[in-house]
Nanobody, 121 residues
């Protein structure tokens, strides 16, 4: 079993930045890919960015050039640096993990509880 705990959400003005963290515990050796998803009110949960154990990354087009994802394997933690935030980035952000390659669907084995990000205009 793997437990994921997100932190770092909050309220920020448009154009600002936030850094989210996702700390994994438990059977972390089984994790190959960790990704971030987000879900706005009334919308489906959508893929934002992912990173593999060896550092390969993948981003949704909507965040390319604004968000970066990194991973500290020693700390079992993944970070999502969000810059140039827009009101449409407002959502609950979830961390997810799976023992296989990154996918953009919600086919992940483990999920965190989510952290709210609100971007004001």
């Amino acid at each position: 079993q793997v437990t994921l705990v997100e932190s770092g959400g909050g309220l920020v003005q448009a154009g600002g930045s936030l850094r989210l963290s996702c700390a994994a515990s438990g059977r972390t050796a089984s994790i190959y890919a960790m990704s971030w998803f987000r879900q706005a009110p009334g919308k489906e949960r959508e893929f934002v960015a992912g990173i593999t154990w060896i550092g390969n990354t993948f981003f949704d087009d909507s965040v390319k050039g604004r968000f970066t994802i990194s991973r500290d394997n020693a700390k079992n933690t993944v970070y999502l640096q969000m810059n140039s935030l827009k009101p449409e980035d407002t959502a609950v952000y979830f961390c997810a993990a799976r023992p296989r390659q990154i996918v953009v669907t919600t086919s992940y084995d483990y999920w965190g509880q989510g952290t709210q990000v609100t971007v004001s205009s």
